[in-house]
Nanobody
Framework: QLHLVESGGGLVQPGGSLRLSCTAS????????IGWFRQAPGKEREGVSC????????NYADSVKGRFTISKDNAKSAVYLQMSSLKPEDTAVYYC????????????????????WGRGTQVTVSS
């Protein structure tokens, strides 16, 4: 299974920015589509954004469109999620995982059979 490690979370004020990183150890991400998910307290995990294996296709949930940007550096085996104009409702644990494909409707994004959930990284948006 593909194990990915999330980092970069923290406490930020509304309107602030954070960049999350998703890194792979021991393998490259050239052949894998990667998705970012989040889970807020008391809510189900939801898809946030995804990027295709080549990095040529990116998709976003409506709730983050225009504020979040996903990118991929295959040479560094890393995927990033740049988050700007953060809102309290963005507070959640964020996870990355290999997905079956980068779905146009991000809510339908599913983890691949060879994917796995990591520990995630906590993002808290509060004044």
């Amino acid at each position: 299974q593909l194990h990915l490690v999330e980092s970069g979370g923290g406490l930020v004020q509304p309107g602030g920015s954070l960049r999350l990183s998703c890194t792979a150890s021991g393998f490259t991400l050239d052949y894998y589509a990667i998705g970012w998910f989040r889970q807020a307290p008391g809510k189900e995990r939801e898809g946030v954004s995804c990027i295709s294996s080549s990095g040529g296709t990116t998709n976003y949930a409506d709730s983050v469109k225009g504020r979040f940007t996903i990118s991929k550096d295959n040479a560094k085996s890393a995927v990033y999620l740049q988050m700007s104009s953060l809102k309290p409702e963005d507070t959640a644990v964020y996870y990355c995982a290999q997905v079956t494909y980068c779905a146009t409707v991000v809510a339908r994004m599913k983890m691949a059979d060879t994917g796995s959930w990591g520990r995630g990284t906590q993002v808290t948006v509060s004044s």
